[in-house]
């Protein structure tokens, strides 16, 4: 299947700075790539889909000026957590899809390995 | 849009027991029904799906079951055996048109050796 790989793994940063997380597709292109949260023994949630070329489109309670999302190209796409907090802590996954646009969801997700962020 | 169900949260079943696990969703119009295992501090693997035009897929020990009137689909695992130890989430389109799944809140299956 289709490969999609997460960078970093982990991060540990101290409160008020920003961390930035890649997602990349190593052998298919995405349009639409998807960045979503879980917290311990919870399911994952949607934060938002990012769009190649065009703004996130973020779901509701998340700030989009504290998650930044940049989708450069058909390959990358970015989060950063800006002036993170504790309580931003997580461990933050990407997914993405071969192919985009479809009108029913018929496509295999797959997702990168995923960051742990540590804010102390 | 779609709202997914799934029950239960944690299951233990003895090493070569079955265990099923059960989601139910909101939009009859969702047409596909995936499920993923996703091991501790691992990524989401998908490891079977369904789509609405068929009742039931199998995969080995692994199998799918789709009730559309119910709106309610299932995972069973036969045979099981303690690397099936992960969660479980179900998932199913979030919208008319979606691009995207909602997952289900997951499933801790622990096989007892």
């Known amino acids: 299947g289709a490969v999609v790989s997460q960078h970093p793994s982990w991060v540990i940063c101290k409160s008020g700075t920003s961390v930035k997380i890649e997602c990349r597709s190593l052998?298919?292109?995405?349009?639409?790539m998807f960045w979503y949260r879980q917290f311990p023994k919870q399911s994952l949630m949607l934060m938002a889909t990012s769009n190649e070329g065009s703004k996130a489109t973020y779901e509701q309670g998340v700030e989009k000026d504290k998650f930044l999302i940049n989708h450069a190209s058909l390959t990358l796409s970015t989060l950063t957590v800006t002036s993170a907090h504790p309580e931003d802590s997580s461990f933050y996954i990407c997914s993405a899809r071969e192919l985009a646009g479809f009108r029913d969801f018929t496509g295999e997700l797959f997702f990168g390995e995923g960051s742990r962020l540590t804010v102390l | 849009g779609e709202n997914v169900e799934q029950h239960p949260s944690t299951l233990s079943v003895q090493e070569g027991d079955s265990a099923v696990i059960k989601c139910t969703y909101s939009d009859s119009a969702s047409n596909y029904f995936p499920w993923y295992k996703q091991e501790l501090g691992k990524r989401p693997q998908l490891i079977i799906d369904i789509r609405s035009n068929v009742g039931e897929k199998k995969d080995q020990r692994i199998a799918v079951t789709l009730n559309k009137t119910a709106k309610h689909f299932s995972l069973h695992i036969t045979e099981t055996q303690p690397e099936d130890s992960a969660v479980y989430f179900c998932a199913a389109p979030r919208d008319t048109g979606a691009n995207n799944l909602f997952f289900g809140t997951g499933t801790r299956l622990t096989v007892i050796p």
């Open positions: 052998d298919f292109q995405a349009t639409t």
